[in-house]
Antibody, heavy 121, light 108 residues
Framework: QVQLQESGPGVVKPSQTLSLTCTVS??????????WSWIRQPAGKGLEWIGRIYARGSTNYNPSLKSRVTISADTSKNQFYMKMNSVTAADTAVYYCARDSIEGPWTFDPWGQGTLVTVSS | EIVMTQSPATLSVSPGERATLSCRASQSVSSNLAWYQQKPGQAPRLLIYGASTRATDIPARFSGSGSGTEFTLTISSLQSEDFAVYYC??????????FGGGTKVEIK
């Protein structure tokens, strides 16, 4: 059973770069056909898809965030990453990593538990 | 960007009653529509994909319907564990996935 776990700094200063790691267990991120995404949720608000990386390395980004986000992966560590530069208070949110569901393409299952990132000086 | 609009924002229902949640897309998404359930402090859980197919281990009291721009999630007999926030998500535009704003199902 695949499980995901996010990790990150908790607090990031405005204008700096946010870096998050998603560690995958119970399966390989390099398995064929797997896509791995980042999704965020500001407190009390809805969900926003940030972007995805394919097992073989290609990426797609939400056009609204594309200029500030980079998603990468390290198959040897079974981890994938998200970097967001020039953060502002509007980037304060719970950040989730998730795998595309094997049942329904471009839907998400499972998800990590989420990690809260606060942008504050 | 395909905008997903959910209604109502809050739905008050008594246990055992039926709940009907709506999701509207700003343009046709065919049947490329998923529903998720999110409880406080937890990640969302996939309930429905393909507008009407239940994900693995999802109880039969959850059902989805619709196509094009109008979709419905029905919970036939609300259990205590079903009180949560529900989100719809379109994936016809796989390069720009979008979610609705959510419907909170609360105890009446």
């Amino acid at each position: 059973q695949v499980q995901l776990q996010e990790s990150g700094p908790g607090v990031v200063k405005p204008s700096q770069t946010l870096s998050l790691t998603c560690t995958v267990s119970g399966g390989s991120i390099n398995s064929g056909g797997n896509y791995w995404s980042w999704i965020r949720q500001p407190a009390g608000k809805g969900l926003e898809w940030i972007g995805r990386i394919y097992a073989r390395g290609s990426t797609n980004y939400n056009p609204s965030l594309k200029s500030r986000v980079t998603i990468s992966a390290d198959t040897s560590k079974n981890q994938f990453y998200m970097k967001m530069n020039s953060v502002t208070a509007a980037d304060t949110a719970v950040y989730y990593c998730a795998r595309d569901s094997i049942e329904g393409p471009w839907t998400f299952d499972p998800w990590g538990q989420g990690t809260l990132v606060t942008v504050s000086s | 960007e395909i905008v997903m609009t959910q209604s109502p924002a809050t739905l008050s229902v008594s246990p055992g009653e039926r709940a009907t949640l709506s999701c509207r897309a700003s343009q046709s998404v065919s049947s490329n529509l998923a529903w998720y359930q999110q409880k406080p402090g937890q990640a969302p859980r996939l309930l429905i994909y393909g507008a009407s197919t239940r994900a693995t281990d999802i109880p039969a009291r959850f059902s989805g319907s619709g196509s094009g721009t109008e979709f419905t999630l029905t919970i036939s007999s609300l259990q205590s564990e079903d009180f949560a926030v529900y989100y719809c998500q379109q994936y016809i535009d796989w390069a720009r996935l979008t979610f609705g704003g959510g419907t909170k199902v609360e105890i009446k």
